[in-house]
């Protein structure tokens, strides 16, 4: 396992743009669990609320599993729980229990925020619909992510990550071949609805400063990869052409993909004609031949494009290719694997990995927040002091604490 460059360890709660936002997360498994971390990220107090016994269904998600060396009896650790989980607290409430029922209650009144991913109707059945929440808290703002939204034809219909790739068009545009549909190597729907999800309770936060009211702001595993499908969207909605997947190479711009070379492959990216130009002469390539002069001509004429870039590629060793390419100023890059990601440097100065302190594995190294703060002067302002993911039930008594001392 390696090391971040700059290590940082336990955070207490008070620093960071959210300090003194509290968030009551009732969300399981992925979406909402990576909203509520993103928020914890930004200095909110998120309060996990957890099933008694089993915890978050991520808790089983596995292997791999992680196991306490040094405590006994301590359960093993799920290592997808805790990809999405760190900066956060954990009580185990019974919701359908009366009076782990008024505990939620309690700690709702004193919330700024809620996350849930339950199915369409379900908090209603808890007594917790949202009309009864903003009753006992006006102010506060509640964040609903669903499978294919909470309304239409299919509202109720539950979501899964992959199912949502395939049926929001994702999957039909990623693989070879239109014939070889895959998924993301990551669960792409869960991770951009909870980005969605976190981006919509922010700016309900910025209203209810204007207003004093709180905001209902839903999203759904749907609208997450529907939303990201940028130009294959306005290729169909506009130009009337279905995209399909196609390999490793871009539909509109050429060249741009993943080419073979000597001992392996490389990416480039030539989207701009002086860029072309200048790749040309690099590699003795002809300018002016008419089937690659524009654009548009390289990607009529890709097979052709990609046959003679091959050739020319097929002499060059992966780092020599690299270096005449940055000589040159095209864009370009290496495919690496996860270990080769987080040994590189570049990786690791951009604070992308974390250390924290767990309750029963000691010292962790975790995937870092993907922002960074700096002052008007450029001066990167101190890094957030991060906490290890909970153990289920680890902050019961500090949460319920915390509600007395700020009772009525």
Known sequence: MTTPTRQTTQREHGDGPLSGTVVVDLSRALAGPHATMMLGDLGARVIKVEAPGRGDDTRGWGPP????????????????????????????LDLKDAGDHATLLRMVSRADV??????????DRLGLGFAELHRL????????????????????????????????????????????PQKFGTPICDLLAGMYGAYGVLAALLERDR?????????????????????????????????LAQGNHH??????????????????????ADLWRRFCSGFGLDAGDARFATNADRVAHHTELVESLERVFSTWK????????????????????????????QT????????????????????GPPLRF??????????????????LNAHRDRVRAWLDERAP
């Not at 709180?214 to 995209?243: D, I, K, N, P, Y």
Request: hydrophobic residues 35%; charged residues 20%; contains cysteine.
């Open 211 to 243: 207003t004093g009211q709180g905001r209902v702001v839903r999203t759904s595993l749907l609208a997450a990869g529907v939303g990201v499908h940028a130009f294959q969207a306005t290729r169909w909605t506009v130009a009337g052409e279905v995209g």
């Open 114 to 123: 809620l996350v849930e991913n339950f199915r369409t109707g379900v908090l």
């Open 348 to 367: 690791r100065s951009q604070g992308l990995l974390v250390n924290v302190e767990h309750d029963t594995l000691g010292t962790v190294t975790l995937a």
């Open 137 to 180: 808290n006006p102010r506060l703002v509640i964040l609903s992510i669903t499978g294919f939204g909470h309304d239409g034809p299919e509202g109720g219909r539950a979501g899964y990550d992959q199912i949502a790739q395939g049926e929001s068009g994702l999957m039909s545009l990623t693989g070879p071949s239109p014939d070889q």
């Open 65 to 92: 599993f992680v196991r306490p060396e040094h405590h006994i009896g301590a359960s093993e650790e799920s290592t997808y729980f805790l990809s999405a989980n760190r900066n956060k607290e954990s009580i185990a």
């Open 374 to 391: 700096f002052d008007t002067e450029g001066t990167e302002v101190t890094r957030h002091r991060h906490t290890a993911p909970p153990v």
């Open 251 to 272: 539909p509109s711009i050429a060249p741009y993909g993943l080419f073979r070379c000597a001992d392996g492959s490389v990416q480039i990216a030539v989207g701009s």
């Open 318 to 345: 992966s780092d020599d290719l690299l270096t005449r390419l940055a000589e040159l100023g095209v864009p370009a890059g290496r495919v690496r694997t996860l270990d080769q990601v987080y040994d590189w440097e």
